[in-house]
């Protein structure tokens, strides 16, 4: 075993680092889907109340270089990607820029990168790290960090500066659903089309019957390239099912659901890959985008589970 892991650290170049993450800890209940203990209350302004059955433990684990990697990431095999895309002339601090500019603008980025023939814009959020939360303990950021509100909008959000992944395998195609009902109290949309649904609720079906994915569109909007907090993403397909935990977002009008992690395995039985394979982009723009798959209908790792998680081998 130990050959093995001095063989998966030399993939490892100059340029890559050490990174630490915010991992959970054993002890929280780990899951694909909901035991109902681990959650928090969202606002209808996007601010959180305390976590319940959360413990957060800070793991040193190394992060490869996406520029001088060899193989690139790819949305098919890895969940994520890096690609150029040139900053569209929109105020990030505008809500009805955002909504009637950023978002078409997505969407036909979307189109572009993936092929897919329809997409839907229907979230966002803005971050800055100087601004301190229950999941950002950077230190140079405190509780108001200069936070602003966005005009029309919710406030700017400290980062999600611990390790998870938006979207379940109940919360996903639930969210497809609710797209064809009128917009939930936090929903951006809600602004634009009142209680029209995004989605044409008599679609929804013949959706449901073909491929769907749900794709995070993430890029700063700072002028001067990104040199603190960089975003990384992990191979999804190093991460196995048995280190997931569901963690419930509880909003006023609706229940929904994402992934917290648990890093589970010592270097020993990391196998011949990098267990929990990390990857970051150094020095990103805002002329450049990371996309990053939440969920895909067709996505090996859940495509033998029900909507219970069954077979019940592959949940803890």
């Known amino acids: 075993p130990h050959r093995r892991v001095t063989a998966i650290m030399a993939q490892l170049n100059d340029e890559s680092?050490?990174?630490?993450?915010?991992?959970?800890?054993?002890?929280?209940?780990?899951?694909?889907?909901?035991?109902?203990?681990?959650?928090?209350?969202?606002?209808?302004?996007?601010?959180?109340s305390d976590?319940?059955?959360?413990?957060?433990?800070?793991?040193?684990?190394?992060?490869?270089?996406?520029?001088?990697m060899k193989t690139k990431m790819t949305l098919d095999e890895n969940a994520f990607t890096m690609c150029q895309a040139q900053c569209p002339a929109v105020n990030f601090l505008d809500e009805e820029?955002?909504?009637?500019?950023?978002?078409?603008?997505?969407?036909?980025?979307?189109?572009?990168?993936?092929?897919?023939?329809?997409?839907?814009a229907f979230d966002h959020n803005v971050r800055c790290s100087k601004i301190k939360s229950w999941f950002n303990s950077n230190p140079s950021a405190d509780e108001s960090g200069g936070q602003r509100d966005i005009a029309g909008g919710n406030k700017v959000q400290s980062p999600a500066?611990?390790?998870?992944?938006?979207?379940?395998?109940?919360?996903?195609?639930?969210?497809?659903?609710?797209?064809?009902?009128?917009?939930?109290?936090?929903?951006?949309?809600?602004?634009?089309l009142g209680d029209t649904p995004l989605i044409d609720p008599t679609r929804l079906e013949s959706l449901k019957k073909g491929r769907y994915c749900f794709i995070n569109v993430w890029r700063s909007i700072s002028d001067t390239p990104v040199a603190e907090?960089?975003?990384a993403a992990c191979d999804?397909?190093?991460?196995?099912?048995?280190d997931l935990i569901t963690f419930e977002v509880r909003y006023k009008d609706r229940?929904?659901?994402?992934?917290?992690?648990?890093?589970?395995?010592?270097?020993?039985?990391?196998?011949?890959?990098?267990?929990?394979?990390?990857?970051?982009?150094p020095g990103m723009t805002k002329d450049e985008c990371i996309l990053l798959k939440c969920w895909d209908s067709r996505g090996r790792d859940f495509a033998t589970l029900d909507a219970h998680g069954n077979p019940s081998s592959l949940s803890p």
């Open 255 to 281: 229940i929904g659901e994402n992934y917290f992690v648990r890093h589970a395995a010592p270097p020993e039985d990391w196998g011949n890959r990098l267990h929990h394979r990390w990857v970051y982009y």
């Open 17 to 48: 680092i050490m990174g630490k993450f915010n991992y959970q800890s054993n002890n929280v209940i780990r899951s694909v889907v909901s035991s109902k203990q681990v959650y928090v209350d969202r606002q209808v302004t996007g601010c959180d």
């Open 161 to 192: 500066a611990l390790v998870h992944g938006d979207l379940t395998l109940t919360s996903a195609p639930k969210r497809l659903s609710l797209l064809g009902e009128p917009p939930k109290l936090n929903d951006t949309n809600r602004k634009l």
């Open 229 to 231: 907090m960089p975003l």
């Open 51 to 68: 976590p319940v059955g959360v413990e957060n433990v800070e793991v040193e684990v190394p992060v490869l270089n996406g520029r001088t």
């Open 236 to 242: 999804g397909a190093s991460v196995p099912l048995s």
């Open 97 to 120: 820029q955002i909504l009637k500019e950023y978002y078409p603008w997505c969407c036909e980025l979307l189109k572009k990168e993936t092929g897919a023939t329809e997409v839907y």
